[in-house]
């Protein structure tokens, strides 16, 4: 990487590209997890009853961490006091811990490899965020 850049700037650089990937990423499982939803119980009527089920339906809890993950580095890249290096790799530390899937471990990492194995889309996002992840970027 450049010499021109902090330790900060390519931190915080990684984090809105990682928080970007992240999105993707969410928005892909919320979509694959509908679809299976769908399969078991039958079409979801409205983007309302799917946004009810998401907040509240035991079903799509495993991915509430990862929205709420977003939402917590939206509040740090745009808090009036400028994000630290030690925050910014703290966050990057999170994302890490968030996007290991296990075939047996917590629900939610069982859930993820599930996804990952069903959807080659999935398994390519997760790919590019453990990409923006790696040490050497």
Do not use: C
């Amino acid at each position: 990487m450049s010499s021109g850049y902090s330790p900060l700037d390519l931190s915080f650089q990684r984090l809105r590209e990682v928080r970007a990937a992240l999105l993707r990423l969410h928005k892909a499982l919320l979509d694959s997890e509908r679809d299976v939803y769908e399969q078991f119980y039958g079409r979801i009527r409205s983007n309302g009853e799917f946004f009810q089920l998401v907040l509240e339906d035991e079903w799509f809890s495993w991915l509430r961490p990862f929205s709420q993950f977003i939402v917590e580095i939206d509040e740090a890249l745009s808090a009036k006091e400028p994000i630290t290096l030690d925050r910014a790799n703290e966050l990057l530390d999170e994302v890490r811990s968030l996007v290991s899937p296990t075939e047996e471990g917590t629900n939610r990492e069982q859930r993820y490899y599930q996804a990952i194995q069903r959807d080659p889309g999935i398994a390519l996002m997760h790919a590019e965020v453990s990409r923006w992840l790696t040490t050497d970027r």
